[in-house]
């Protein structure tokens, strides 16, 4: 199983982004997804979490400005991002809790996508 993150970019502040990440074969579920970022010199954070019944949450940092979404039939997961300001500049990872079809649990993290603010 593999998770494939798209979409990042460099783009003006107050500009928009679309990020997308898709899940490989071989799954029999996919329980929460959600989208990380790490800035350099810092931890790694959660942006957004988008639960099995389509419940999301966000950082309140992102709160207004990026929605998440996903594709349960398609095992996808989309963020948007609008209004982006400098400090969302980082690396996004999308990371998903997934039942394979042998029946095996497990955290997956995608290889991360690159997004660049400019002021």
């Known amino acids: 199983v593999q998770l494939q993150a798209s979409g990042g970019g460099v783009v003006q502040a107050g500009g928009s982004l679309r990020l997308s990440c898709a899940a490989s074969?071989?799954?029999?579920?996919?329980?929460?997804m959600a989208w990380y970022r790490q800035a350099p010199g810092q931890q790694r954070e959660l942006v957004a979490r988008?639960?099995?019944?389509?419940?999301?949450m966000y950082a309140d940092s992102v709160r207004g400005r990026f929605r998440i979404s996903k594709d349960p039939v398609k095992n996808t997961m989309n963020l948007q991002m609008n209004l982006l300001k400098p400090e969302d500049t980082g690396v996004y990872y999308c990371n998903a809790y997934i039942v394979t079809a042998s029946g095996q649990s497990a955290d997956y993290w995608g290889q991360g996508t690159q997004v660049t603010v400019s002021s």
């Open positions: 074969t071989g799954i029999a579920s996919i329980n929460v």
């Open positions: 988008i639960g099995s019944s389509r419940s999301t």
